[in-house]
């Protein structure tokens, strides 16, 4: 019996020194020192043993089972350090590495142009406001010189609430809102979505966006109108932009113009985008007509205004050379992710 002790012992020490893993010093654990292992085995049969060589093997066993025991936790202690200083060398942090790229978001393209004309506008003094989507017939037509048997109702063709209620066909009824609430001089510009029962093709969509105009002051002329507008154009799409106003009509200005730039494309020579004209039509203006003051109880005898609007979306794709209005309204991020 201590034959097979002293056996036992060596085979352990030797044994648990080649082990280089937990889970295998776990099994040599229950090997001699478990329940049914082999040094409990041997202990067992102790009760055979003649009774004067009992203690003396008995303390051999336990001088076994110590030494194994320390073996074990000794070859425990080294393999837990080495795993300790092997996931270390893993996880080692190199301050120089770039970091992971976070996918940033943008803001639309509607909404950083919008932001841009604002500023511009902001920049010549002028103060933004806004007005409602859902509005009164009143201030969509009526208080604009477009009373209900007005042929100019049908150009812009209209989403009727109810008789008194529109989704606004144009960013101008915020104007005699304006007047209204507002002593002159006013100067302000209106961003906000329009609503037109229009047929949805590459140029025309029926929610868009416009951006409105309006001085009103003593003394205000055309002048001031063509001197804004220029400057206007300059800041948006390059200091060589020119413009020019041609004759046109709106029920709320007298006399009227529409506003065209040189064609962003070609610099004036003419393409495809401009139809081989040089120019770009981008806003319709005109100095405001007496009758829209007396609505916003200012008196045309005193004072005198201009005003303007323009199509955000059609600037939009002149500016960024996009052919079709729909994409800004897809949402497909792949196009959104270019700007
Ligand atoms: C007006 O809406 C006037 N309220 C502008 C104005 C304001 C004139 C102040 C004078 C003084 P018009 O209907 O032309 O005007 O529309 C202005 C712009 O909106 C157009 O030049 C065009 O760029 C844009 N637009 C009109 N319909 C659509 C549509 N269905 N989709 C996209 N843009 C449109």
């Given at each position: 019996m201590r034959e097979t002790l002293e056996n036992m012992r060596d085979e352990a020490i030797d044994s648990v020194a080649k082990i280089d893993d937990l889970k295998q010093l776990d099994d040599l654990r229950r090997k001699y020192l478990g329940k049914k292992g082999e040094l409990t085995k041997v202990l067992r049969g102790m009760g055979r043993l003649p009774a004067q060589e009992r203690p003396i093997i008995g303390s051999l066993a336990n001088e076994v089972r110590t030494l194994i025991q320390t073996q074990l936790d000794n070859q425990r202690e080294r393999l837990e350090e080495r795993a300790l200083e092997d996931r270390l060398s893993r996880e080692a942090i190199d301050v120089t590495m770039p970091g992971a790229r976070i996918d940033r978001g943008n803001l639309h393209p509607l909404t950083s142009v919008q932001n841009e004309i604002v500023d511009i506008f902001i920049g010549m003094g002028f103060i933004a406001v806004e007005g409602p989507d859902v509005e009164l017939d009143y201030y969509n037509f009526e208080a604009l010189n477009i009373p209900k048997d007005h042929p100019a109702r049908d150009i812009q063709d209209t989403f009727y609430i109810n008789d008194e209620m529109v989704l606004r066909t144009h960013t101008s009824p915020v104007q005699v809102r304006v007047m209204e609430a507002e002593e002159p001089p006013i100067k302000i510009v209106v961003p906000g979505r329009v609503y037109r029962s229009d047929d949805v093709d590459a140029t025309h969509s029926p929610i868009f966006h416009q951006i409105e105009g309006l001085v009103i002051d003593k003394n205000v002329t055309m002048a001031d109108l063509k001197g804004a507008l220029d400057v206007f154009a300059k800041e948006l799409f390059g200091k060589d932009t020119k413009t020019r106003f041609r004759p046109h009509y709106f029920p709320f200005t007298e006399p009227s113009v529409e506003v065209d730039a040189t064609c962003v494309t070609c610099g004036g020579d003419g393409c495809r985008i401009c139809s081989n004209t040089g120019w770009i039509e981008i806003l319709g203006a005109g100095m405001v007509h007496p009758n829209v003051l007396r609505y916003g109880n200012i008196d045309p005898s005193i004072y005198s205004g201009y005003a303007f609007g323009l199509g955000l979306d059609r600037i939009v794709n002149l500016k960024y050379g996009?052919?079709?209005?729909r994409l800004l309204y897809e949402n497909d991020v792949r196009f959104l992710k270019q700007f």
């Open positions: 996009i052919d079709d209005i």
